[in-house]
């Protein structure tokens, strides 16, 4: 029979699925869509409650087994087509949509999703990549709570007091709600507190506490049962209307982690309270057809949405951008077909194999027994409520109560003349789920560890932090070299002051023309103990003799000095004789020549060519460049230094090179 009372429920049902919908497909204009899922919890704990109610009435007792496997095969089978049947699309249209879901299948159907996600530290509210299975993390808390509920429900039967019996959820619920506010952290990820069973379960207990003030209010007076019926309806219209604002206003913070999702499952306690009553206006609205079957069919509207959005985005990624309303109508769409699909191969089939099990072994309270005063469906009970309660039966397909069923009789067994397309459905399911079964597991042996997307960036982050090493190395290295050279330089410094400090001429030979005759005392100042062996208008050619001689004599020292280029030009060939005349462990020290005659040009050149020839055992003293700079300290010719200044430069330009080469050949 048509049952107002939850009609009503299921347009709350259709009004919650609209929000998440909505915030699922299209976040930006509705951030607050999420509170829906409240809405859906708070409705659950009431009506998993009065299941319970219900039970214990019809029974006399609570058979826990049974009401377990009534309640979760209403979650489990279509859920588990559900993945089945989107691994399997996956499988054909990216496998990229495949990323975690072997594990993310596991703890799906094993009702742990939620706190899956938590110990995987996936983000639900920052999640970058898609992830299939996202959304079961609600049907894994709501069939922990299904665990919880019915033996809290149970046990607060037997407490004779209806305020402590829906104190105590209360209270709970508060705990809960506490537990979401204190753990809460703005500046972290927030998915710990809204996919916690600890901390979001305040909706489900609040919905059974006012279970247990409906199942009070039907046994009390008229006269307050009159006042309940006057009011309820406009504090429930006031709450829809909350509940409506809240919806683009509550975002993914303290609006909703600190007050806003417990605010919402309170209003929900009121519109419930509001609109079950079968004197409510709020009958008509949530009564609407269209509304009432979306909320008897939102748990597949639910599961399915969400796998097609992401799946239909990679079919069709050229409507991404403006053409996005595209997918978004397809997906509502195709989320309306899967839905019946499912309902008509998976759940119906499964909630009238339940049903007749159940009506075949449960069994009865003698009829005494159910006319007791506590029976929910009491005569006194036909006030505000009217035999609701009396008339529920739970045992509708999941998809037609998120989450649990609205109290419409499941379609009945097709008759005998309609077995042939009973057994045709059969076939048809069977080959069905036979080949989602078979592309889930080929979906599961092909999922990837990551996405090409994920791959690729983090390839491109190997580059760049292999860069940013190299880059710090080189930085190092550069540091470390320029140090070293700086340390190297004041070890230089430090050796050539030393040096120059200790510096003579005792080591020094040097053979000469009419210049180094003018420069000669200037030598000897600066170079104490130099030998020098100058003579005027001396040519080269005599050089290689002289060393031998010196060298015969024992006279011949380490730096042997020539400063034979201001009387005839020279070539590399003479500075080679003159080297093999003083032979090894000797350093041959040129001092190149300056003025206007044709040779002194070539002669330097000479003198450059065989110091490049000779690095290690060779000096260069360019005296020519050096009074360059400085022409007026030589005399008239232009060739031979002044006394003074242009000796001292001479003189300073030999003992520089000399100390040069020793600072750079220190050991």
């Known amino acids: 029979m048509r049952n107002d009372r939850y009609e009503s429920l299921d347009g709350i049902k259709g009004f919650a699925l609209i929000g998440i919908i909505w915030y699922h497909l299209s976040q930006r204009s509705l951030p607050g869509g999420f509170i829906g899922v409240d809405v859906f919890f708070t409705v659950s704990g009431f009506l998993l409650a009065l299941s319970v109610l219900r039970e214990i009435d019809r029974t006399g007792r609570l058979r826990l087994g049974n009401f377990y496997l009534r309640r979760l095969s209403r979650l489990w089978p279509a859920m588990a087509f559900m993945i089945a049947g989107s691994v399997s699309l996956g499988l054909f249209v990216n496998h990229d949509i495949l990323v975690g ?230 997906t509502l769409l195709l989320s309306l077909v899967m839905t019946a699909v499912s309902w008509w191969m998976v759940e119906n089939p499964v909630a009238e194999w339940i049903k007749s099990k159940r009506d075949k072994s449960a069994p009865r309270r003698p009829v005494a027994q159910r006319s007791a005063p506590r029976r929910v469906g009491s005569a006194r009970a036909r006030g505000v409520y009217g035999t609701h309660l009396n008339n529920v039966e739970f045992t509708q397909p999941y998809s037609q109560a998120v989450p649990l069923p609205s109290p419409q009789d499941a379609p009945v067994v097709a008759s005998r ?9 059969m076939v048809v399911t069977v080959s069905v789920v036979v080949l989602i079964v078979i592309g889930f597991f080929m979906g599961v042996a092909q999922a990837p560890a990551k996405t090409q997307t994920q791959i690729m960036l983090e390839k491109n982050q190997s580059a760049l932090a292999k860069k940013e090493r190299q880059r710090k190395m080189d930085a190092k290295a550069a540091a470390e070299a320029k140090k070293r050279a700086e340390e190297e330089r004041k070890r230089r410094e430090e050796a050539k002051a030393a040096i120059e400090k200790t510096l003579n001429g005792e080591d020094v030979s040097v053979i000469g023309d009419s210049v180094t005759v003018g420069a000669s005392a200037a030598l000897q100042k600066s170079l104490p103990g130099i030998a020098v062996d100058a003579q005027v208008s001396r040519s080269i050619l005599t050089a290689p003799g002289i060393v031998a001689q010196m060298k015969a004599e024992g006279r011949l020292r380490k730096y042997v000095v020539i400063s034979l280029n201001t009387n005839s030009a020279t070539t590399v060939g003479e500075y080679e004789r003159i080297a093999a005349a003083a032979g090894d462990g000797h350093v041959l020290v040129i001092i190149n020549a300056y003025g206007d005659r044709e040779w002194i040009p070539v002669a330097n050149q000479a003198a450059s060519d065989y110091v490049r020839k000779h690095p290690t055992d060779s000096i260069l003293v360019d005296w020519n460049s050096a009074i360059a700079a400085h022409t007026d300290w030589l005399g008239p010719d232009g060739i031979h230094p002044q006394a003074g200044q242009g000796e001292d430069l001479y003189a300073s330009g030999l003992r520089n090179a000399l100390a040069e080469w020793e600072v750079a050949h220190i050991e």
């Not at 998915?191 to 489900?204: A, E, S």
């Not at 039907?218 to 209307?241: H, I, K, N, Q, Y």
């Not at 003349?417 to 045709?424: D, G, H, Q």
């Open 417 to 425: 003349s309609s077995r042939t397309a009973e057994a045709m459905r």
């Open 101 to 330: 879901v072997p594990g993310k299948s596991v703890s799906a159907l094993t009702f742990t999703s939620n706190w899956g996600e938590i110990f995987s530290g996936d983000s639900y509210f920052a999640a970058t990549s898609p992830q299939l299975l996202r959304h079961l993390w609600f049907v894994a808390l709501l069939a922990q709570a299904t665990l919880v509920l019915p033996l809290l429900t149970a046990v607060l039967h037997r407490i004779g007091s209806t305020f402590v019996q829906a104190l105590v959820p209360v209270l709970l619920a508060a705990l809960s709600a506490c537990g979401m506010w204190v753990l809460y952290n703005p500046s972290a990820d927030p998915t710990r507190v809204y996919f916690g069973t600890d901390t979001h379960c305040f909706g489900m207990l609040l919905g059974v506490a006012l279970a247990f003030v409906v199942r009070h209010s039907e046994e009390s007076d008229a006269e307050p049962r009159r006042l309940f019926t006057m009011v309820m309806p406009w504090l429930a219209t006031g709450a829809l209307v909350v509940l409506i604002m809240m919806m683009p206003r509550v975002g993914q913070d303290a609006s909703a982690f600190r007050g806003g999702l417990i605010l919402a499952s309170v209003l929900t306690v009121v519109l419930i309270g509001g609109s079950i009553s079968k004197d409510s206006w709020m009958i008509g609205l949530f009564g609407w057809r269209p509304l009432a079957l979306l909320g008897k069919y939102s748990y597949g509207m639910y599961l399915w949405h969400w796998p097609l959005y992401l799946l239909l985005q990679l079919m069709l990624p050229g409507y991404r951008g403006s053409g996005l309303w595209v997918v978004q109508a397809l």
